[in-house]
């Protein structure tokens, strides 16, 4: 738990505090005096008696107690400084902002390791270092700015960079959103992003606490930590969005299966930000849009009306809307036709609502009403409002700010000028409002809030399977792939469906095998990674003749050391996958089966453990679930036991960690269910 003097303390020493607020120890200490402290301040400068007005002392054994320490001095006397007013001096919460630590080099991840072992001797907390700061509703701890409106209920925001939180606070700031806290963390050498998401689940109060929380991290350095506690805030009724930065570096590694080559880091981001309901963000604009859009009543449906008085922005907020699968009705009948009788002459009613550029506030007024009471089949609302240059538009603005706290459906303002009416835009954030400067911009962000799946239940049941079975398979098996007897007892033990099959390395073998099974067959070399490719498949075998005559001619291929026989089964070809991924445990992904796979490379990903409802969400999240459901009279896939599959094959990775990499591809899917046709396991024991 973070200790309470970090949060709100009594009293707080800047090391290093400084006249010049050019320099961070002067800008963090003139932040403090104009910022809501009430609390005591002191100031450490060996070269001055006051600084700034705050009486200052030569060092920091003459300091008196002191429940917070804001250091800006040289990495190499941090350490010095923390020992004595940790243990002598009582301080709990340190705010480092020096740089030269394990960002720079091995003696600075040395000397950073130290004063966490120090600050953590004590019990306390530590932002930083090589950090901007940190700011709440009751002190401002950081150097930077612009420094935004701070409101107990406003945004808490965490990043991993200094630099990049002032650029999103600010452009947070001209769109009218307001701050409860701003945690930049640099290093997280004790306190990172997980460890302030569990501070904000376990105090949050649905009363008093913010509803909204932002991300921006670089690198994500405890996945399940992060995971539990997001989905936990989620589940309370918070909000999360994020950015998640460095996802280009991924996937230059080579793959030797089709889930090797579609899994990556950035993947498994995308996997575990879905499980824990968080709205993915790939721009510093697109956060705080997406952020000024939490802070509005949630859209509940997909239909939008429009308002407008210009028709450029409106086209292109429509095909920006629509290409994110929300809709603009047609807007028809009585009520729409009464409204439009208010109107100017040359206005239109049929959605877009264009009330030209003469529009009047009043006029603004009676269509937001109709939209709200008249018209059944509108959702919410989008208010297009700029200025033609004809006169001041304040009015229009005051009857926005009116509207939205009397109407019952969300009203999103957009206001695409700003130059010269600066003051209109500046009065309607003074009065509270949060708008939205770029029309596609919105748009694209709302499909994005409006499509991130609602979180599923905490306590769904995970399938069950025989845990015994599978770890003295995994235990009794060396490092590589393994073989098919093996893959078919871990499967079997998983529960999932297998054909009936079997290997043989001798010609009679193989032909008794064959009976066993019976007709028609499936024939496969055991050896090469890419049978296909080797030529070492071979469907619908009808006799004897051809069990024979192929299993001579696949013994030559090389790296080939037996023929499996497999029952030939018809059905609609799918595939589940699961890739072990540092740090996020194995990354699990379906989609359409055989060559499907490598061409349309359309699959869906989960973090493990899955439950069958997570898994059916993957399913129909699918570009192909059409053809999965079944098209033009063709059978489709049995969708709950695709799901029940793809959750035990998430279940056996659980189990069984030391598996790498697997492939089940294909499975055959019909109306019965899902059997597995071929299989592939790699095993690397760490």
């Known amino acids: 738990m973070i200790a309470k003097e970090l949060l709100n303390p009594s009293g707080i020493v800047v090391v290093g505090g400084s006249d010049d607020v050019y320099k961070p120890g002067g800008a963090v200490l003139r932040n403090l005096r104009t910022s809501n402290f009430r609390g005591d301040l002191y100031v450490v400068n060996p070269k ?323 939209c709200d009471k008249d018209f059944n089949g509108i959702d919410g609302m989008a208010v297009i409002f700029g200025s033609p240059g004809l006169a001041p538009i304040f009015e229009p603005y005051k009857m926005i700010l009116e509207k939205q706290k009397t109407v019952k459906k969300p009203l999103y303002p957009i206001f695409p000028s700003y130059s010269i009416v600066q003051d209109e835009v500046n009065g309607f954030v003074e009065a509270g409002g949060i708008y939205f400067p770029d029309e596609v911009l919105f748009g694209n962000a709302l499909t994005k809030v409006y499509n991130t799946s609602p979180i599923l239940p905490a306590d769904e049941p995970l399938p069950v399977v025989d845990r015994d079975k599978i770890r003295a398979v995994i235990e009794s098996a060396d490092n590589g792939y393994l073989s098919p007897s093996q893959i078919h007892l871990l499967l079997d033990a998983a529960g999932i469906a297998c054909a009936k099959e079997g290997t043989a390395n001798e010609e009679e073998s193989c032909v008794a095998l064959a009976r066993e099974i019976g007709y028609p067959l499936v024939m496969k070399v055991v050896g090469p990674v890419h049978k296909s490719d080797v030529g070492g498949v071979v469907l619908n075998v009808q006799d004897e003749a051809t069990v024979r005559n192929e299993f001579q001619r696949m013994m030559k291929i090389p790296e080939t050391y037996a023929v499996m026989l497999a029952e030939q089964l018809q059905g609609t070809e799918v595939f589940i996958g699961a890739k072990r991924e540092d740090k996020f445990g194995h990354l699990v992904l379906c989609g359409l089966g055989g060559i499907f796979i490598e061409v349309l490379k359309d699959v869906c990903s989960g973090l493990s453990p899955l439950t069958e409802s997570e898994a059916l969400r993957m399913i129909r999240s699918l570009k192909s679930y059409r053809i999965i459901k079944g098209v033009r009279g063709k059978e489709g896939v049995n969708e709950h036991k695709f799901a029940e599959t793809v959750a035990r094959v998430s279940m056996l990775v659980t189990v069984a960690p030391e598996i790498f990499e697997m492939d089940l591809n294909p499975l055959l899917g019909n109306a019965k269910g899902v059997t597995a046709v071929d299989a592939r396991i790699r095993i690397e024991k760490q």
Not at 51 to 64: D, M
Not at 188 to 193: F, I
Not at 255 to 271: E, F, N, R
Not at 312 to 337: C, F, K, R, Y
């Open 48 to 370: 001055a008696d006051e600084v700034q007005g705050v009486k200052s002392y030569k060092n920091v054994g003459e300091l008196p107690a002191v429940d917070c320490a804001i250091l800006a001095i040289a990495a190499k006397f941090c350490l010095e400084a923390v020992e004595v007013l940790a243990k002598e001096k009582g301080c709990r919460a340190f705010i480092i902002l020096s740089a030269g630590f394990s960002e720079e080099s091995k003696e600075g991840a040395a000397l950073e390791a130290k004063i966490v072992e120090v600050i953590n001797s004590v019990g306390g907390s530590l932002i930083g270092p090589n950090c901007t700061g940190m700011l709440t509703v009751n002190y401002n701890g950081s150097f930077t700015s612009p420094v935004p409106q701070l409101d107990a209920k406003g945004v808490d925001f965490i990043s991993g960079s200094g630099a990049t939180a002032i650029f999103i606070v600010d452009n947070g700031i001209r769109k009218g959103i307001k701050f409860s806290s701003v945690f930049a963390v640099g290093n997280s050498a004790q306190l990172g992003v997980e460890e302030l998401l569990e501070y904000f689940d376990e105090s949050f109060d649905p009363e008093t606490s913010s509803k909204v929380k932002l991300l921006y991290v670089e690198s994500i350095a405890k996945p399940e930590k992060f995971l539990k506690h997001a989905s936990s805030l989620v589940r309370k009724g918070c909000k999360i969005a994020a950015i998640k930065s460095g996802s280009s570096a991924a996937g230059s590694r080579a793959a030797s299966s089709h889930t090797g080559a579609l899994a990556s880091p950035d993947v498994a981001v995308d996997a575990l930000f879905r499980k824990a309901g968080i709205v993915r963000c790939h721009g510093r604009d697109e956060l705080m849009t997406v952020a000024g859009i939490l802070y509005h009543p949630e859209l509940k449906g997909k239909n939008m009306a429009i308002i407008t008085h210009a028709g450029g922005p409106a086209v292109m907020l429509t095909d920006a809307l629509s290409n994110g699968g929300l809709e603009i009705p047609h807007i028809e009948g009585e009520a729409a036709m009464e409204l439009l009788s208010k109107l100017f002459g040359g206005s239109s009613v049929g959605n877009p609502i264009d009330f030209l550029a003469t529009g009047t506030a009043e006029q603004l007024g009676w269509i937001i009403d109709a």
